[in-house]
């Protein structure tokens, strides 16, 4: 690509450059597919546990608060137009699940 360190060009711009998904893309497909993975764990594993759980005690700090995993997983799906009510059954499917996070 003959791109040398003065040139003032982004990661992203060679990744489009070269026809790559940008990084965060990747992360994001990569979320997706793990998501689908959890879902399809047996309930007494420690992941699928976590995912599901609530702390029984204590109370947050002021201000805005963290976002959970599950907000996240959320997010990705209504950026990938999945819909969130329908997410957990389409996820039992693994080939249909690939084939739509892909």
Avoid at 1 to 10: A, H, P, Y
Avoid at 35 to 64: A, C, E, F, I
Wanted: glycine letters at 4%.
């Amino acid at each position: 690509m003959k791109i040398t360190w003065m040139d003032k060009v982004t990661n992203k711009e060679i990744l489009e450059r070269k026809g790559q998904p940008s990084i965060e893309d990747l992360l994001f497909r990569k979320n997706l597919r793990w998501t689908g993975h959890l879902m399809r764990m047996s309930p007494d594993r420690l992941p699928k546990q976590v995912l599901y759980s609530q702390l029984s005690y204590g109370h947050r700090k002021r201000g805005r608060p963290h976002l959970r995993f599950k907000n996240t997983i959320k997010r990705n799906l209504t950026l990938r137009d999945i819909k969130t009510n329908s997410w957990t059954s389409l996820s039992q499917q693994r080939d249909k699940w690939r084939a739509t996070v892909k």
